[in-house]
């Protein structure tokens, strides 16, 4: 059964810290390589953050410094810890394998907004 389920999501303020997490079914978790992507409304969805199966990670810019992401391989979850939100980290948050594109599989996200 393929499975992404993420969760964690709400509302915080500004400079606030979220931690997202995602489980997924082991046909799309192991051995591969996830990341964690967000999309804002009429935008395309984009990689945020990526592990490989061994751990090694990249960010994108907007979020280096203030995102960390880690996974556990013997629970098939990768977390993302968001710390020092900012208004523009607002947008709907899903995980996936760091290549998956717009055909692939995509669970139901998680919602972040960062508002005062």
């Known amino acids: 059964q393929v499975q992404l389920v993420e969760y964690g999501g709400g509302l915080v303020l500004p400079g606030g810290s979220l931690k997202l997490s995602c489980v997924a079914s082991?046909?799309?978790?192991?051995?591969?390589?996830m990341g964690w992507f967000r999309q804002d409304p009429g935008k395309r969805r984009a990689l945020v953050a990526a592990i490989t199966y061994y751990g090694t990670t990249n960010y994108a810019d907007s979020v280096k410094g203030r995102f960390t992401i880690s996974r556990d391989n013997d629970k098939n979850t990768v977390y993302l810890q968001m710390n020092n939100l900012k208004p523009t980290d607002t947008a709907l948050y899903f995980c996936n394998r760091a290549g998956a594109n717009a055909d692939s599989y995509w669970g139901q996200g998680t919602q972040v907004t960062v508002s005062s």
């Open positions: 082991a046909s799309i978790f192991s051995p591969y390589a």
